[in-house]
T-cell receptor
Framework: DTGVSQNPRHKITKRGQNVTFRCDPISEHNRLYWYRQTLGQGPEFLTYFQNEAQLEKSRLLSDRFSAERPKGSFSTLEIQRTEQGDSAMYLC????????????FGSGTRLTVV | GNSVTQMEGPVTLSEEAFLTINCTYTATGYPSLFWYVQYPGEGLQLLLKATKADDKGSNKGFEATYRKETTSFHLEKGSVQVSDSAVYFCALRSYSGAGSYQLTFGKGTKLSVIP
């Protein structure tokens, strides 16, 4: 078990381009979360999956954002038509328990939109 | 809505100094409270937690007590080490009502410990 893995670690993209990030959770964790952390702020909740079902989305997740978790394993987060305001660290976490005490975070993907 | 306020950083201390990082929260009900730590280049790691009033969480010499009357969860350590240099986040856990238990974080406090 190598923990929660996120790829890539860093991504620099031009404004208007699409980007996709990947998260591989701990294998026995059926719950997966995405958070976004902007500079000088704490992480903010984006979306939640239980197995392959996306059960909740934050108002922060605009129409340009889409997340999937096919087969209830890895998850992808896609941002279309990136904007400079999308520059942030995108964190993935997984947990085994409904109450969320067992959160394990990945190291994150740092996105820079130029 | 829920919110967490923690003291602004950065905080710079000498090795073996006493550490306090203040954290207060606003929430409906009685949320569980957490401290997370983020070392450079790494993900967030759970440092300690408390699930009800007057609970004391502790780990690696760090302690925090859940004070319902003051809605606070201050982090303390009696003698910091250089290896404690990191960013510390206070967080509360709440049920969204739509199926997930979410974490609401403070802005983080960067601690630097100098030899």
């Amino acid at each position: 078990d190598t923990g929660v893995s996120q790829n890539p670690r860093h991504k620099i993209t031009k404004r208007g381009q699409n980007v996709t990030f990947r998260c591989d959770p701990i294998s026995e964790h059926n719950r997966l979360y995405w958070y976004r952390q902007t500079l000088g702020q704490g992480p903010e909740f984006l979306t939640y999956f239980q197995n392959e079902a996306q059960l909740e989305k934050s108002r922060l997740l605009s129409d340009r954002f889409s997340a999937e978790r096919p087969k209830g394993s890895f998850s992808t987060l896609e941002i279309q038509r990136t904007e400079q305001g999308d520059s942030a660290m995108y964190l993935c976490a997984s947990s085994w328990d409904r109450e969320g005490y067992g959160y394990t975070f990945g190291s994150g993907t740092r996105l820079t939109v130029v | 809505g829920n919110s967490v306020t923690q003291m602004e950083g950065p905080v710079t201390l000498s090795e073996e100094a006493f550490l306090t990082i203040n954290c207060t929260y606003t929430a409906t009900g009685y949320p569980s409270l957490f401290w997370y730590v983020q070392y450079p280049g790494e993900g967030l790691q759970l440092l300690l937690k408390a699930t009800k009033a007057d609970d004391k969480g502790s780990n690696k010499g760090f302690e925090a007590t859940y004070r319902k009357e003051t809605t606070s969860f201050h982090l303390e350590k009696g003698s910091v080490q250089v290896s404690d240099s990191a960013v510390y986040f206070c967080a509360l856990r709440s049920y969204s009502g739509a199926g997930s238990y979410q974490l609401t974080f403070g802005k983080g406090t960067k601690l630097s410990v100098i030899p």
